[in-house]
């Protein structure tokens, strides 16, 4: 159950690392940003594609860059983790006596 939660987050860190990158290098390709990061040239690319559907990048003959779109969402991502963070301490069994007894 929480494995699956863990692959998103992992997952949602690569899409922010990339559309970081994209935001402090704009054009970028992907075989750079694969050669930065690390990431495989499919996952960056996959990145790249979910962030497009987001409308937070587009395509440029150079390389991907920002959208007027980014600039709100950035404004409004750290928020929006605060908020989630706050939801997942909330959901913490943190005395397991009471469950035993």
Known sequence: MI??????????ERHLQ????VIENEPIG???MSN?????????RYSLRV???ENLIEPSSQGAIT???????????DNKIDHIV????GMKIDDAAEIEG
């Open 36 to 44: 930065e990061t690390g990431y495989p040239h499919h996952k960056v």
């Open 3 to 12: 494995d699956r939660l863990e692959k998103e987050v992992d997952m949602l």
């Open 18 to 21: 990339v559309l970081r990158m």
């Open 67 to 77: 959208t007027d779109e980014t600039a709100e969402f950035v404004d409004d991502l």
């Open 51 to 53: 962030l497009e559907e």
């Open 30 to 32: 992907i075989v750079k």
């Open 86 to 89: 706050e939801k997942l301490d």
